[in-house]
């Protein structure tokens, strides 16, 4: 498979800003390259363009080689820059199964990038067949979410794996909650596959998402790609200080996600014994998705009781459907026993 048969034209011939730190790799006593105030304030300096420390820590904890990793301003960044550098505006598209996270639809739109919309099964998993049918080809890119945002499925590993086997794409599979799921998703197998980019992020079991840290997985040749197109400096100090100290306290985000896992099968007990509820559906995330009578009526009356969830009944194959994030203990109760007074 030729990648670089995929990558737009212009973005091939690009020739990337170097910045200073880029020219100079070494450390000096003496900085007077880049302009900055020589007055120490911790952050005075440009951060590391390729944030270095940060990557050797991600590599060690999930077995892939900083080479092959992107760190973006959340996971919106390298979405964004996925388009820009495969999707010629106008021309080429992407295609997406919905229901799903609304964010690739929005960044195709900026960029002028036709979206082509396959609905999900009713078991929310991938109509392959649909799948196959809507691939023209002006897709360079297809993306995939596992476990899937609104409905919290993971997509079957059998279907996503055939899909990335057999298209002239790139495959984005975003895993946003794969900590939640029991699950690996698709890392271990990221080098038997040169289309293939897995998303992750420190917003979500990590508890970070005021960071905005995002983490995109590819080969090299992927991965330099979306660096060459990057702004220089897109990871400021402070974002890559912090996440080299949580990175180095994975027990702490370990017992947070065992404790969200406990609360959500408490959670779902919980909702099942209302008559409101007509269907819970299964979950590999750490949200669930709810089909009630009345699901936007209940919506108003949680947030009149200053309680958010997040209302997804007008969404393809979300008619009545709540979205619900597992919160604390002491929250999750709030709304249950909101929920038993509406
Ligand atoms: C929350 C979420 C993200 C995270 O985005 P960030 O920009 O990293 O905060 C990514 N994908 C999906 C599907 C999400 O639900």
Redesign the pocket.
Known sequence: MNIQSLIRENIKTLKPYSTARDEFKGTAEVYLDANENPFPTTYNRYPDPLQKKVKQRISELKGIEPEKIFL??????P?DLIIRAFCEPGKDSILISEP??G?YAVCAGINNVPVKRVTLDPNFDLDLEAIKQALDGSVKVIFL?SP??PSGNLLSKEKITELIASVNSIVVI?E??IDFANDDGFLPVLDKYPNLIV?Q????AWGL?GL???MAFATKEIISVLNKIKYPYNINILTQQVALEKLSTVEEKNKQVDTILQQRSALIQQLQTLSMVQRVYPTDANFVLVKMKGARNIYDLLIERSIIVRDRSTVVLCADCLRITVGTPEENLKLIETLKTL
């Open positions: 973006g301003n959340g996971s919106d960044e979405i799903t996270y964010m979410c899937n945002n975003d946003a909650y998303l992020t420190f917003s979500k998402a905005r840290l995002g």
